[in-house]
C-alpha cells in the first residue's frame, strides 16, 4: 500500500480534529456562561491543538506531494488517486472526504466562537462607554475635568 504514510497522518489529523472540536464547543459554552476563567483555561490546549493540526498539515501535504513524485502525477489529490489502484483510491477519496467535512466543521465553530468574542467586546465596550459618560455627566466625586481615554482590562 503505497499511500500508508499519509493515511497514517489523515487518522492523526482527524482524531486531532476531534479533539479540538470537542475543546471548541467547551470554549463555545464558557463564552455563552461568560466564564472568563474557563476560556482562560481553555486556550492553552485550543492552541496546542491548532499547532499540532498545522504540523500534521505540513507532514501530510509532504507526504501527498513526495508521493505524486514517485507515481508520476501531478500534485494534487485527484491525479495521485488516478495512479493508485482502484481500492487504495477509493480509501484515499473517503479519508480526503472526511478531512474536507472534519475541517469545514472546526471552520465553522472557529467563525461562531470569534462572533461570540466580537459580541461580547462590544457589549463590553458599550458598558464602559455608558459608564465613562455618566461618571462625566453626574455631579461628583468621580467627574472629572480631563478627557483621558478610558483603559480596558487586558483579560477583557
Keep these: ?14 482524531s486531532t480534529s476531534e479533539r479540538l472540536l470537542r475543546s471548541l464547543h467547551e470554549q463555545t459554552a464558557a463564552l455563552t456562561l461568560r466564564d472568563v476563567a474557563r476560556v482562560e483555561r481553555i486556550q492553552p490546549e485550543l492552541d496546542s491543538l491548532l499547532e499540532s493540526i498545522r504540523t500534521i498539515d505540513d507532514r501530510a501535504a509532504a507526504c501527498a506531494i513526495g508521493l505524486a ?20 483510491s477509493q480509501q484515499v477519496q473517503s479519508m480526503a ?11 465553522e465553530v472557529i ?6 468574542i466580537e459580541s461580547e467586546l462590544t457589549y463590553v465596550n458599550g458598558t464602559l462607554s455608558l459608564i465613562a459618560k455618566a461618571a462625566h455627566e453626574s455631579p461628583g466625586p468621580y467627574k472629572a475635568a480631563a478627557q483621558d481615554a478610558v483603559l480596558v482590562d487586558h483579560a477583557a
Excluded: F, H, Y
Design 1 to 14: 500500500m503505497k499511500t500508508r504514510e499519509l493515511q497514517k497522518l489523515w487518522w492523526d489529523w482527524l
Design 69 to 88: 513524485e514517485e507515481l508520476g502525477s501531478d500534485p494534487n489529490l485527484r491525479s495521485l488517486v488516478t495512479r493508485l489502484e482502484k481500492d487504495e
Design 97 to 107: 472526504n472526511r478531512i474536507t467535512v472534519a475541517a469545514r466543521n472546526v471552520q
Design 111 to 116: 467563525a461562531k466562537n470569534r462572533k461570540l
